[in-house]
C-alpha cells in the first residue's frame, strides 16, 4: 500500500508502484498528467469522490488497473481517460471536462473474460462523448447527464459493448450513439434528451429500457 498528498504526489508513486500494490489518494486537487507504469493494481480515493480531483489526462497503458472513487476533470484536453489496455475497472468515479470523450476505450477487442468495466460512476457531458466504447466493454449503473450536442455512450469502431441499469438524462443530446460494432441495450432509463438511442449501424439488442420526454 502506498499513501501521499500534494503536488505530483499521485505521478511520484505510479512510477515506483509494483505488482498489487494500492494508491490511496487523499482529498485535493491533483494537477497532473498521468500514465500507469505496472500492471495489476488499485488507485483509490480515500474520501468523497468530488473531494479527490485529478485534473489532467490519464492514461492507463497496463492491464489488470482498478481507478475508485475520484473526480477526472479533463480540464479541456480531449479525453479525461483513456484506456489502451485490458482487464481496466473503473467505479464509483466522476468525469467531466475533457473536449471530445470524457473516457475513451482504444483497447483491441479481447477475451470477454477481461473486459474494460465501467460502474457506479457519473458523467457530466456538454457537447463532448461520455465513453467512446472500443474492446470489450461492460458498463453498468452509472448515471450520465447530457446537456447541449453531446452523447452519453458513442460505439464507433469493432466492439462488443453492454450498457446496463444506466441513466441517461439532461436537455438535449444523445443517451447511446451506434454506429458500428456489437452492443445490448438493457435495463437502462432515458429521459429529457433529444434522442434517446441512435442506431445507424452494428449489431444492436434492446430491451426492458424506458424513454421519457424524448424528442
Same mark, same amino acid.
Given at each position: 500500500?502506498?499513501?501521499?498528498?500534494?503536488?505530483?504526489?499521485?505521478?511520484?508513486?505510479l512510477e515506483g508502484a509494483?505488482e498489487d500494490w494500492t494508491?490511496?489518494?487523499?482529498?485535493?486537487?491533483?494537477?497532473?498528467?498521468?500514465?500507469?507504469?505496472?500492471?495489476?493494481?488499485?488507485?483509490?480515493?480515500?474520501?468523497?469522490?468530488?473531494?479527490?480531483?485529478?485534473?489532467?489526462?490519464?492514461?492507463?497503458?497496463?492491464?489488470?488497473?482498478?481507478?475508485?472513487?475520484?473526480?477526472?476533470?479533463?480540464?479541456?484536453?480531449?479525453?479525461?481517460?483513456?484506456?489502451?489496455?485490458?482487464?481496466? #475497472?473503473? &467505479?464509483? %468515479?466522476?468525469?467531466? $471536462?475533457?473536449?471530445?470523450?470524457? /473516457?475513451? =476505450?482504444? *483497447?483491441?477487442?479481447?477475451?470477454?473474460?477481461?473486459?474494460?468495466?465501467?460502474?457506479?460512476?457519473?458523467?457530466?457531458?456538454?457537447?463532448?462523448?461520455?465513453?467512446?466504447?472500443?474492446?470489450?466493454?461492460?458498463?453498468?449503473?452509472?448515471?450520465?447527464?447530457?446537456?447541449?450536442?453531446?452523447?452519453?455512450?458513442?460505439?464507433?469502431?469493432?466492439?462488443?459493448? #453492454?450498457? &446496463?441499469? %444506466?441513466?441517461?438524462? $439532461?436537455?438535449?443530446?444523445?443517451? /447511446?450513439? =451506434?454506429? *458500428?460494432?456489437?452492443?445490448?441495450?438493457?435495463?437502462?432509463?432515458?429521459?429529457?434528451?433529444?434522442?434517446?438511442?441512435?442506431?445507424?449501424?452494428?449489431?444492436?439488442?434492446?430491451?426492458?429500457?424506458?424513454?421519457?420526454?424524448?424528442?
Open positions: 500500500m502506498a499513501s501521499d498528498t500534494g503536488p505530483d504526489a499521485i505521478g511520484r508513486i509494483d494508491i490511496k489518494i487523499g482529498e485535493g486537487l491533483y494537477v497532473e498528467i498521468l500514465t500507469t507504469e505496472c500492471k495489476d493494481i488499485t488507485i483509490e480515493g480515500s474520501g468523497d469522490a468530488e473531494d479527490i480531483i485529478i485534473e489532467g489526462i490519464f492514461t492507463i497503458d497496463h492491464e489488470g488497473i482498478t481507478l475508485d472513487g475520484v473526480t477526472l476533470d479533463g480540464n479541456g484536453a480531449d479525453n479525461a481517460l483513456v484506456v489502451n489496455n485490458f482487464g481496466f #475497472t473503473l &467505479e464509483n %468515479c466522476i468525469l467531466e $471536462g475533457a473536449d471530445e470523450a470524457l /473516457v475513451d =476505450v482504444v *483497447a483491441e477487442p479481447g477475451d470477454e473474460d477481461d473486459p474494460t468495466v465501467i460502474d457506479d460512476c457519473t458523467f457530466n457531458i456538454e457537447d463532448e462523448t461520455g465513453i467512446l466504447a472500443g474492446g470489450v466493454t461492460e458498463i453498468s449503473d452509472s448515471t450520465f447527464t447530457v446537456e447541449e450536442d453531446g452523447d452519453g455512450v458513442g460505439i464507433e469502431i469493432d466492439a462488443d459493448v #453492454t450498457v &446496463e441499469d %444506466c441513466t441517461f438524462n $439532461g436537455g438535449s443530446g444523445v443517451g /447511446v450513439q =451506434v454506429t *458500428a460494432g456489437d452492443s445490448e441495450i438493457s435495463g437502462s432509463t432515458f429521459a429529457g434528451l433529444a434522442t434517446a438511442l441512435d442506431i445507424d449501424a452494428g449489431t444492436v439488442s434492446v430491451g426492458g429500457n424506458t424513454i421519457q420526454d424524448c424528442e
